[in-house]
């Protein structure tokens, strides 16, 4: 059975710089309409690599005519960020179910990029693993 959390946790964070990945080859510059379930409202090296072949993700979404949403292919690339963290999950003590204690910390919201239109279409946090006092 799993503890419940009851003191704070304490633990130090260290992110570096936002990475802008674009595609390692030149690719297609295109507009890719998306389905009109997309229109709602509500709604490092290998990673270069694999854009080349996944393209439109490097692009930006875009609004036509209509308020027509699509994917401007244009290369631009997706953000990256590698971040440390001196805490394993297994230190909050319960299933990770929301509201999560902490998320502020450990998750970054790169300023500028929260926007539907223009921004990044996907945004890659990964933890590394060390073992090293901050």
Do not use: W
Not at 39 to 58: C, I, M, S, T, W
Not at 79 to 102: N, Y
């Amino acid at each position: 059975m799993a503890q419940i959390l009851t003191t704070p946790l304490s633990f130090n964070v260290r992110r570096h710089p936002p990475e802008l990945i674009v595609p390692a080859k030149p690719t297609p510059r295109e507009l890719k309409l998306l389905s009109d379930i997309d229109d709602q409202e509500g709604l490092r090296e290998a990673l270069a690599k694999a854009l080349v072949f996944y393209y439109p993700l490097a692009g930006r979404l875009k609004e036509g005519l209509a308020r027509k949403l699509m994917v401007d292919c244009s290369g631009q690339g997706v953000l990256f960020i590698e971040a440390e963290a001196d805490v394993s999950l297994e230190r909050f003590g319960v299933e990770l179910q929301p509201p999560f204690p902490c998320r502020d910390e450990l998750l970054y919201d790169v300023p500028g990029s929260s926007g539907l239109l223009d921004s990044p279409l996907i945004l890659f946090q990964v933890r590394i693993n060390v073992h090293r006092q901050f």
